[in-house]
């Protein structure tokens, strides 16, 4: 099994023939090229692996299978199947024999309908309208293989011997579910009949063939046992439930059946998708760019992914994915230039979206990349601070608030960004006198009054916090 180059865990469903990639469906491309897939690398072309490469096994979804006639037309026409040709085979004149083979032949061509959608990788029962056109044409064919099947079986008895008469009716009797198959597919008389086709399907399919045939021999056994606990006591109603049991089985099997093409669709030349009745969704231009972004990432291709970042938020300027991803690219490649560039965006993104949260993460990321990085708007320092103070660093909002008042003399909210300057100076050790210079700065700012002096002494100018480790804090430039 090829496993997804990007996504190790999931199961490939594509494979570039020029990147030689194995993709699964969200690293392709599926936009703009009319259904044609594309690789997001290279922009060639991507070959379907259909479901083979993924498919479970048809002996683990057993529940499934039994599950699958149980829906509300599949019963209503099992049922009422069932019904009319028990009581047309109560009656014994040739035209109530005929409506009885037009009847079973509408369950019979539903059943073959079931394999072949199956096998066409449909899990979900077809609708009954179909079932209802060429039954009869159906059950000539099906008589006409069993007829050829016995002929050459008594030929064989009479020309070769009852040995080989024995050994090809148990050749036949094996092979009967691929003979089924090989007409589903193929929908030809020729084809099911042909002793190589059966052979051939029989050793692509393998060892799941043989459990195939011994579920399909328990399932005919439970038939019987069923139709022997419902006894035959109200003959009509016993016979019609035995109706019910015997074509609920039926399109079971022949489920199964098509599943076992499904599942080896690779051994046998064809390619088919997993489907449930619902149609792919179509990723957005948004989803589609973010999983470019993606690929470009983990494929180094830095430069590119920068370009396309550069696209998403231009054509999504405030889409939290856009701009939550493009930071942490930033960061994760060590871009300080456009990481500080990025920033302001990112916080005040942050700060309109209600995700105050994030803001000391992002800031302590920052500095990391730029250990002197301030913002170049007060209320983001602001902001920023009241984050650090939070989070219980009061160091870092003591360094964003430093110097505040003179970077920003017109800032209407200095008073409240003093007062929380002086908090976080109470939170540091031996910084009592110069909180309490904050609080008098604090008033003085609030009653719109400037300072006569500065608050702190000229040595205090100097002090810088060069790391968020650092003893002292530099309070003012």
Not at 28 to 47: L, M, N, T, W
Not at 65 to 71: A, D, L
Not at 369 to 390: F, K, T
Request: hydrophobic share 45%; aromatic share 10%.
């Amino acid at each position: 099994m090829d496993y997804c180059k990007y996504h190790p865990l999931v199961s490939a469903t594509y494979t570039c023939p020029n990147c030689e990639t194995s993709m699964c469906d969200s690293c392709v491309d599926e936009g703009g090229f009319r259904g044609i897939e594309r690789c997001f690398v290279c922009g060639s072309e991507v070959e379907g692996l259909g479901a083979a490469n993924s498919i479970e096994p048809f002996w683990r979804r057993l529940q499934q299978s039994f599950r699958y006639p149980m829906n509300k037309s599949t019963m209503l026409l099992i049922i009422g199947v069932s019904v009319l040709s028990t009581i047309l085979a109560s009656y014994g004149s040739l035209i109530t024999f005929l409506l009885w083979v037009g009847v079973s032949g509408v369950m019979i061509k539903y059943s073959f309908l079931c394999l072949q959608n199956t096998a066409n990788g449909l899990l979900v029962a077809p609708g009954t309208g179909d079932a209802f056109q060429g039954g009869v044409h159906l059950i000539i064919n099906i008589l006409g293989i069993f007829l050829v099947m016995s002929g050459a079986i008594y030929a064989a008895g009479i020309y070769l011997g009852p040995g080989i008469a024995s050994t090809l009716s148990v050749i036949f009797t094996i092979g009967l579910p691929a003979v089924l198959i090989n007409y589903a597919i193929s929908e030809r008389f020729t084809e099911a009949i042909n002793p190589l086709s059966m052979l051939q399907l029989i050793f692509a399919i393998g060892l799941p063939y043989g459990l195939l045939l011994g579920f399909i021999l328990i399932m005919s056994g439970s038939v019987g046992i069923i139709s022997g606990v419902i006894g035959d006591k109200f003959s009509i109603l016993s016979a019609a439930l035995q109706s019910v049991v015997f074509y609920y089985y039926m399109v079971v099997v022949f489920h199964m059946m098509g599943y076992i093409i499904f599942q080896n669709q690779q051994e046998l030349g064809f390619s088919a998708r997993e489907n449930y009745g619902v149609e792919r969704e179509v990723r957005s231009a948004k989803a589609l760019l973010l999983a470019r972004i993606d690929i470009q990432v983990k494929e180094g291709l830095y430069q590119e992914a920068l370009d396309s970042f550069r696209l998403a938020l231009k054509e999504y300027p405030n889409d939290k994915d856009c701009i939550f991803n493009c930071f942490e690219f930033l960061y994760s490649t060590g871009n300080r230039s456009d990481l500080v560039k990025f920033a302001p965006r990112y916080f005040n993104f942050l700060l309109s979206a209600g995700r105050q949260d994030q803001l000391y993460p992002g800031y302590k990321k920052l500095l990391q990349l730029d250990q002197n990085y301030q913002p170049a708007s007060a209320e983001l320092r602001h902001h920023l601070a009241r984050a650090c103070q939070q989070s219980g660093n009061p160091r870092l909002a003591v360094k964003l608030l430093a110097g505040l008042h003179r970077d920003f003399p017109e800032y209407e909210a200095l008073a409240e960004a003093y007062r929380l300057l002086a908090q976080c100076l109470d939170e540091l050790p031996a910084m009592a006198d110069k909180a309490e210079q904050c609080r008098k700065l604090a008033a003085r700012f609030e009653q719109r009054q400037p300072p006569e002096q500065p608050p702190l002494q000229e040595q205090d100018c100097h002090q810088t916090v060069k790391s968020p480790g650092d003893a002292e804090a530099k309070l003012m430039e």
